[in-house]
């Protein structure tokens, strides 16, 4: 951001000439998708990212960076003096999986608040995601999933079963933080789209579609189908 608020275009910013003078591991310049987001006064001050990996990593991060402080159309482009109160989070998504639904309660029922990125489809022009963090503002899921319609431009009280959902996981870099905030993916063993944390102790769960062992690995989950564990044991 800093090199293109310069006036460098930013077809001209040497990027894999950077990236091999700065030694990036190999995960950096392996493909992946990122989203860039910046805050300014707490206040979301740009938003832009990919969903699907087609350049490495290192490049996706620092074009999107460079979308989300000049091309983000709900924002007027950064200036230097934005640059210095901004605060820039970095997430990394991981694949994205089918969220499998019979009905809209199905998929209130599956979601993770504060763990799942959501992409809603309808149809060819309906299309919108929101990343695990919108969780923070919208934390009951009817109202998260109510806004990612309205953000695909889509009726409140609309909804098909032929909806396609899909959801994904981040691990997120704040400016400033140490280390990154991760986020459980779900493929950690014992977890699928409706597994449940365990608490401390427990061994079994009882769900409203059956009970499920507490499997004893990084996660420390649960699965009950698509349905959340309601009692501990």
Request: glycine share 8%; aromatic share 6%.
């Amino acid at each position: 951001i800093e090199v293109r608020l310069t006036g460098t275009p930013t077809a001209q910013i040497p990027l894999e000439e950077i990236s091999r003078r700065a030694s990036r591991p190999e995960w950096l310049m392996a493909p992946g998708a990122s989203f860039v987001t910046l805050e300014e006064d707490s206040r979301l001050r740009g938003c832009i990212g990919t969903l699907s990996p087609h350049r490495s990593l290192y490049e996706d991060v620092a074009h999107n960076a460079v979308a989300a402080a000049l091309h983000d159309p709900r924002f007027p482009p950064l200036s230097q003096a934005d640059l210095r109160d901004t605060r820039i989070e970095v997430s990394v998504l991981s694949e994205r999986v089918p969220l499998p639904h019979t009905s809209e309660e199905s998929v209130l029922e599956a979601l993770r608040p504060g763990v799942d990125g959501v992409v809603l489809e309808a149809g060819a022009f309906n299309r919108a995601t929101f990343l695990p963090q919108v969780w923070k503002e919208l934390p009951d899921p009817r109202d998260f999933l109510l806004h990612l319609k309205r953000k695909a431009g889509l009726p409140e009280d609309w909804w098909s079963d032929d909806a396609q959902l899909e959801v994904y996981t981040v691990e997120s870099w704040v400016e400033g933080d140490p280390v990154p905030r991760r986020r459980l993916p779900r493929s950690v063993a014992g977890w699928d789209a409706g597994g449940t944390p365990c608490p401390t102790g427990a061994s079994s769960a009882t769900c409203a579609r059956g009970t499920a062992a507490c499997v004893r690995d990084s996660g420390g989950t649960a699965s009950c189908g698509h349905a959340r564990a309601t009692q501990w044991s």
